[in-house]
């Protein structure tokens, strides 16, 4: 199992981007995505959650009307578009997967929000 982040950079406050996760190694479309966050001195975040088995979708208070979270299934691949992006969203940005019994990370993809 690999799951691979990409998309992220410095973006102004107020800015729009779009992450990916790639995913490999397991039955993408019959497993829960999910994305957390982690910035400098503080616990891992979860910050969103996609059903690849029945497209529902979740979402942190923090987030809830900025991020959406999607799929596509022939790509292995889902996203996390941001948009109206806040200085608190920065963070490492990191995708997961449980494939019972075992939790799958990816390596990253930094999100800093500055002017």
């Known amino acids: 199992v690999q799951l691979v982040e990409s998309g992220g950079g410095l973006v102004q406050p107020g800015g729009s981007l779009t992450l990916s996760c790639a995913g490999s190694g397991f039955l993408f479309d019959k497993y829960n995505i999910g994305w957390f966050r982690q910035a400098p001195g503080k616990e891992r975040e979860g910050v969103s959650c996609v059903s690849n088995s029945d497209g529902r979708t979740f979402y942190a208070d923090s987030v809830k009307g900025r991020f959406t979270i999607s799929s596509e299934h022939a790509k292995n691949t889902a996203y996390l578009q941001m948009d109206s992006l806040k200085a608190e969203d920065t963070a490492n940005y990191l995708c997961?997967?449980?494939?019972?019994?075992?939790?799958?990370w990816g390596q990253g993809t930094q999100v800093t929000v500055s002017s």
């Open positions: 997961n997967v449980l494939v019972w019994p075992n939790d799958y």
